[in-house]
């Protein structure tokens, strides 16, 4: 699996509406066959910050994604939103997708 967090630095006046800045980015790498997950979260510590963090089965799934429609129309639309380049890591995992943590569980 291909798994990939971002950090994005969000201008100030865009940080409560970054949900629906990237409604159909996220809509329509949602809709691709090789995604795994592809979930946003805003930073605890910034409120600015929004945080990314998604996965596709393999590499193909991960070109497929960066050649589509909504990712190049993001990719021109973003830049108005960030108030810096994004922080990515993106590494080749061996897993397939999310597994239970094993030290803690709902107490019964």
Same mark, same amino acid.
């Given at each position: 699996m291909i798994f990939i967090?971002?950090?994005w630095p969000v201008r #100030? $006046?865009?940080a409560d /509406? &970054? !949900?629906s800045v990237v409604d159909d @980015?996220? $809509?329509?790498? !949602?809709? $691709? #066959?090789g995604n795994v997950f @592809?979930? &946003?979260?805003r930073s605890a510590d910034d409120p600015n910050e929004w945080v990314l963090v998604e996965g596709f089965r393999d590499?193909?799934?991960?070109g497929e994604h960066v !050649?589509? /429609?909504h990712f190049k129309a993001a990719v021109d639309k973003l830049p108005d939103y960030v108030s810096a380049t994004p922080k990515i890591i993106s590494e080749d995992i061996a897993a397939t997708g999310w597994n239970e943590m094993a030290e803690i569980q709902p107490r019964r």
């Open positions: 967090v971002v950090k #100030p $006046e865009y /509406d &970054w !949900r @980015f996220t $809509e329509g790498t !949602r809709g $691709e #066959p @592809f979930d &946003w979260s590499g193909d799934a991960g !050649r589509s /429609d």
